[in-house]
């Protein structure tokens, strides 16, 4: 069974681009989890899908981030305008339901902001 | 709102010493618990976990961890490190009213020397 995969796994951008992170889950789970570390710190809960549906984006830094999982399959999440702060490590994960609990993290993408 | 604190940002350790990771959280309602660990270059992957029944749960790779509900502390341990655990080490917390998300701890880093 393939794992949860995510691309790219490294970004470079300036100040101002935009970049779009891709998270494809595990097959057949539902949940979608997408997770931040920024260098230093923990790592932050962003959104949560089920489904195509946006169950809790209660971590979404601010308007310039958009997630999407069209179709409940892959997700992406785009970051437009980047800013510096935005650097850092993006991790999804997914699990079957909330009953298990389970998350299986992807391998992360490593964002850098310059 | 709930928040996890690891005691310990970096322990180093020799080979076969005993290892305890401390993590307390903070959260009124029912918690479930975790530990992931991520070595070099590898995803994060689960070590353990607990949802209810007996607090002393054992993972992979001879780690345990013991849910004291007094104490709001779910600690890892080891009888016996080996420099195959060098690894950074995170306690997490869910609940199943907030949708599954996880709540990290800062992360411990964990180096054995041979």
């Known amino acids: 069974e393939a794992g949860v995969t995510q691309f790219p796994s490294h970004s470079v951008i300036e100040k101002g681009q935009t970049v779009t992170l891709r998270c494809d889950p595990i097959?057949?789970?539902?949940?979608l989890y997408w997770y931040r570390r920024v260098m230093g710190k923990e790592i932050k809960f962003l959104l949560h899908f089920v489904k195509e549906s946006k169950q809790d984006e209660s971590g979404m830094p601010n308007n310039r981030f958009l997630a999407e999982r069209t179709g409940g399959t892959y997700s992406t999440l785009k970051v437009q305008p980047a800013e510096l702060e935005d650097s850092g490590v993006y991790f999804c994960a997914s699990s079957q339901n909330i009953g298990t609990y389970e998350q299986y993290f992807g391998p992360g993408t490593r964002l850098t902001v310059t | 709102a709930q928040s996890v604190s690891q005691h310990n940002h970096h322990v180093i350790l020799s080979e076969a010493a005993s290892l305890e990771l401390g993590c307390n959280y903070s959260y009124g309602g029912t918690v479930n618990l975790f530990w992931y660990v991520q070595y070099p270059g590898q995803h994060l992957q689960l070590l353990l976990k607990y949802f209810s029944g007996d607090p002393l749960v054992k993972g992979i790779k001879g780690f345990e961890a013991e849910f004291i509900k007094s104490k709001f502390s779910f600690n890892l341990r080891k009888p016996s490190v080996q420099w195959s655990d060098t690894a950074e080490y995170f306690c997490?917390?869910?609940?199943?009213?907030?949708?599954?998300?996880?709540?990290f701890g800062q992360g411990t880093e964990l180096s054995v020397k041979p």
């Open positions: 997490a917390v869910s609940s199943y009213n907030q949708g599954g998300k996880l709540i």
């Open positions: 097959s057949g789970h539902d949940n």
